[in-house]
C-alpha cells in the first residue's frame, strides 16, 4: 500500500525507485491512484492491482469449516479491536475511548448486547490493555460485567471463529475488518490513520465502505 505522498522530495525518491523496477503490485485502488500520480505514463503498464494475499489463506481456512458462521444466540454479540493510540497524543486517545464506552452504554441499554475485546494483534508494543482498562473504569459496574476480554493469542482459525459468531465488530484494526468481512460479519471501521490500505475493505467486496478517522 502506499500512501498519498504531499512531500515533493519523497515523491522524486518515490519516482526514481518506482520507474527501475520491472513489476509493481498493488493491493488496492487508491494506492494504484497514488503510483499513477507519481510516475510517468509509459511506465503504468507494470502496476497492477492484484488481491492481498492473506484472502487467500483465509479462504483456504474457511472452505474447510462450512458452519463457522452459525450464530451462537439471539442475543447481540458486538466485537472489538482496540489500538493504544500513545502516538497520536492525548486529546485522540480521550475522543476514541469517550466514542467507545458511549456506543457500548448506548447498545447495552437498548440492546442488552454483549461485548468482546479480541486480541488481533498481541505485539507487546501495541499492548491495548490500558485502554480497555479505561473504558471498563468509565462504564458502570453493571454495564463492565458485559465487555469481556479475550486474553490470550490465537490462531487464524480460532479468530475467524469468534469473528464468524458476531453480529457486527467495531474494528480499529485493519486486518481484523479483514478477518470479520472474511466470516460475514459486518465491520464498523475506525482508521487509526489515513493510509491507502483502508481500501483493501473495498477490495474484499464490502457494498457500502464507511470509516471514521479520528486523528
Same mark, same amino acid.
Given at each position: 500500500?502506499?500512501?498519498?505522498?504531499?512531500?515533493?522530495?519523497?515523491?522524486?525518491? #518515490?519516482?526514481?525507485?518506482?520507474?527501475?523496477?520491472?513489476?509493481?503490485?498493488?493491493r488496492e485502488e487508491r494506492s494504484f491512484k497514488n503510483i499513477k500520480d507519481v510516475i510517468n505514463q509509459?511506465?503504468?503498464?507494470?502496476?497492477?492491482?492484484?488481491?492481498?494475499?492473506?484472502?487467500?489463506? +483465509?479462504?483456504?481456512?474457511?472452505?474447510?469449516?462450512?458452519?463457522?458462521?452459525?450464530?451462537?444466540?439471539?442475543?447481540?454479540? /458486538?466485537?472489538?479491536?482496540?489500538?493504544?493510540?500513545?502516538?497520536?497524543?492525548?486529546? @485522540? #486517545?480521550?475522543?476514541?475511548?469517550?466514542?467507545?464506552? %458511549? #456506543?457500548?452504554?448506548? +447498545?447495552?441499554?437498548?440492546?442488552?448486547?454483549?461485548?468482546? $475485546?479480541?486480541?488481533?494483534?498481541?505485539?507487546?508494543?501495541?499492548?491495548?490493555?490500558?485502554?480497555?482498562?479505561?473504558?471498563?473504569?468509565?462504564?458502570?459496574?453493571? %454495564?463492565s460485567k458485559k465487555v469481556h476480554l479475550l486474553n490470550k493469542e490465537m490462531k487464524i482459525e480460532e479468530? +475467524?471463529?469468534? %469473528?464468524?459468531?458476531?453480529?457486527?465488530?467495531?474494528? @480499529?484494526?485493519?486486518?481484523?475488518?479483514?478477518?470479520?468481512?472474511?466470516?460475514?460479519?459486518? $465491520?464498523?471501521?475506525?482508521? %487509526?490513520?489515513?493510509?491507502?490500505?483502508?481500501?483493501?475493505?473495498?477490495?474484499?467486496?464490502?457494498?457500502? /465502505?464507511?470509516? @471514521?478517522?479520528? @486523528?
Amino acid at each position: 500500500s502506499i500512501w498519498r505522498l504531499r512531500n515533493p522530495i519523497s515523491k522524486i525518491f #518515490l519516482k526514481i525507485t518506482f520507474e527501475r523496477l520491472l513489476f509493481i503490485s498493488t493491493r488496492e485502488e487508491r494506492s494504484f491512484k497514488n503510483i499513477k500520480d507519481v510516475i510517468n505514463q509509459n511506465h503504468l503498464k507494470k502496476v497492477k492491482i492484484l488481491p492481498d494475499l492473506s484472502f487467500y489463506t +483465509l479462504k483456504n481456512i474457511l472452505g474447510r469449516f462450512p458452519n463457522l458462521s452459525a450464530k451462537l444466540s439471539n442475543k447481540m454479540r /458486538v466485537g472489538l479491536t482496540l489500538m493504544p493510540w500513545l502516538e497520536f497524543g492525548s486529546s @485522540t #486517545l480521550e475522543k476514541y475511548i469517550d466514542s467507545l464506552v %458511549y #456506543l457500548i452504554t448506548h +447498545l447495552i441499554k437498548e440492546f442488552d448486547a454483549e461485548f468482546f $475485546v479480541i486480541p488481533q494483534v498481541t505485539y507487546p508494543a501495541e499492548k491495548f490493555d490500558p485502554v480497555f482498562l479505561e473504558i471498563i473504569n468509565r462504564l458502570s459496574p453493571a %454495564y463492565s460485567k458485559k465487555v469481556h476480554l479475550l486474553n490470550k493469542e490465537m490462531k487464524i482459525e480460532e479468530l +475467524l471463529k469468534i %469473528y464468524s459468531q458476531l453480529n457486527i465488530l467495531v474494528a @480499529t484494526r485493519m486486518h481484523s475488518a479483514i478477518f470479520s468481512l472474511s466470516a460475514g460479519t459486518p $465491520v464498523l471501521a475506525i482508521a %487509526y490513520d489515513v493510509g491507502a490500505k483502508w481500501g483493501i475493505l473495498e477490495v474484499i467486496g464490502a457494498k457500502s /465502505v464507511s470509516y @471514521t478517522h479520528l @486523528t
